[in-house]
Nanobody, 124 residues
Framework: QVQLVESGGGLVQAGGSLRLSCAAS????????AGWFRQAPGKEREFVAA????????YYAGSVKGRFTISRDNAKNTVYLEMNSLKPEDTAVYYC?????????????????WGQGTQVTVSS
């Protein structure tokens, strides 16, 4: 069983930056692939970024590639999402997810554990 708690969301102006954190409980978090998703009002949840359990491989949605960076510190059981050059269209609730897997997972259905989400609002 893994519990995930996101933090770091907030209100930022367009062009600004935020760093989200996802703290995981439980042992052996290094066995889990992780990812970030987001859901804007009235829209479906969408994939943002994913990282393998070792942290060696990452994958991004086209809309955030080059602006967002996913990373992890397995010693701290934490996954991060560094967000730069934020745009108003990045406004959403951001969710962290994890699943016990050796690969990289980009689909919603591929994840077993989810956090409660953290709100990110980008003003124009």
């Amino acid at each position: 069983q893994v519990q995930l708690v996101e933090s770091g969301g907030g209100l930022v102006q367009a062009g600004g930056s935020l760093r989200l954190s996802c703290a995981a409980s439980g042992r052996m978090f290094s066995d889990y692939a992780a990812g970030w998703f987001r859901q804007a009002p009235g829209k479906e949840r969408e994939f943002v970024a994913a990282i393998r359990r070792s942290g060696g491989t990452t994958y991004y949605a086209g809309s955030v590639k080059g602006r967002f960076t996913i990373s992890r510190d397995n010693a701290k059981n934490t996954v991060y999402l560094e967000m730069n050059s934020l745009k108003p269209e990045d406004t959403a609730v951001y969710y962290c997810a994890a699943v016990r897997s050796p690969g990289i997972v980009t689909s919603i259905r591929g994840y077993q554990y989810w956090g409660q989400g953290t709100q990110v609002t980008v003003s124009s």
